[in-house]
């Protein structure tokens, strides 16, 4: 029988969740004996594949370019973890809200910048009007808040959904794992 697939999506955020995944130090490479890891931003994988087991998400959607990616995504994988409070909540990305695209554009590349002020108009996402949190856009199967989630936590996660359980997030959080 072969090794269920795992793969890790970064959208909008700082990477801390990937970092944590780092983090787990040799447990990582004792965990990686258990799954096949099939895409991430850890690895050179270009194309998503058309069947995942257990996809960990990291960031928020806050661009065109987000959107597609995670629906492709959801549409490809078995178990989707929002990873994160950028993931689960929008968090530090979603501070944006508030502002207009345009006027957030204007204000980034025109009123900050001392040559060329111009918003770029090739090579970058379009932005969302409003950065949203993975679930208001696809389906979540488990939650995993925290900035980032500790090593520990996404450890005990991963184990738990290899090992064919349900993750007690909220007994985790509760004793710091």
Same mark, same amino acid.
């Given at each position: 029988? !072969? &090794? %269920?697939?795992? *793969?890790?999506?970064?959208? /909008? $955020?700082?990477?801390?969740?990937?970092?944590?995944?780092?983090?787990?130090?040799? #447990?990582?490479?004792?965990? !990686?004996?258990?799954?096949?890891?099939?895409?991430?931003?850890?690895?050179?994988? &270009?194309?998503?594949?058309?069947?995942? /087991?257990?996809?960990?998400?990291?960031?928020?959607? !806050?661009?065109?370019?987000?959107? #597609? &990616?995670?629906?492709?995504?959801?549409?490809?994988?078995?178990?989707?973890?929002?990873?994160?409070?950028?993931? @689960?909540?929008?968090?530090? %990305? *979603?501070?944006?809200?508030?502002?207009?695209?345009?006027?957030?554009?204007?204000?980034?590349? &025109?009123?900050?910048?001392?040559?060329?002020?111009?918003?770029?108009?090739?090579?970058?996402?379009?932005?969302?009007?409003? @950065?949203? %949190?993975?679930?208001?856009?696809?389906? @979540?199967?488990?939650?995993?808040? $925290?900035?980032?989630?500790?090593?520990?936590?996404? =450890?005990?996660?991963?184990?738990?959904?290899?090992?064919?359980?349900? %993750?007690?997030? *909220?007994?985790?959080?509760? =004793?710091?794992?």
């Amino acid at each position: 029988m !072969s &090794k %269920p697939t795992l *793969a890790t999506v970064w959208l /909008d $955020g700082c990477s801390g969740c990937h970092m944590s995944i780092l983090d787990m130090d040799e #447990r990582l490479v004792e965990l !990686s004996e258990q799954f096949d890891l099939v895409y991430s931003p850890l690895v050179d994988y &270009k194309e998503f594949p058309a069947h995942v /087991d257990i996809a960990l998400i990291e960031g928020s959607v !806050s661009s065109d370019e987000d959107d #597609r &990616k995670i629906r492709l995504v959801r549409a490809h994988t078995r178990v989707l973890v929002s990873l994160g409070d950028c993931a @689960v909540t929008g968090n530090v %990305p *979603a501070m944006r809200n508030p502002i207009p695209v345009p006027e957030l554009l204007d204000s980034v590349y &025109k009123g900050n910048g001392l040559l060329q002020e111009q918003v770029p108009t090739h090579c970058l996402p379009t932005l969302l009007p409003r @950065v949203r %949190p993975v679930h208001e856009v696809v389906n @979540v199967d488990v939650f995993v808040p $925290g900035c980032p989630p500790s090593a520990d936590t996404i =450890f005990t996660i991963i184990s738990e959904l290899l090992a064919g359980r349900v %993750p007690d997030v *909220a007994a985790l959080s509760r =004793f710091g794992a």
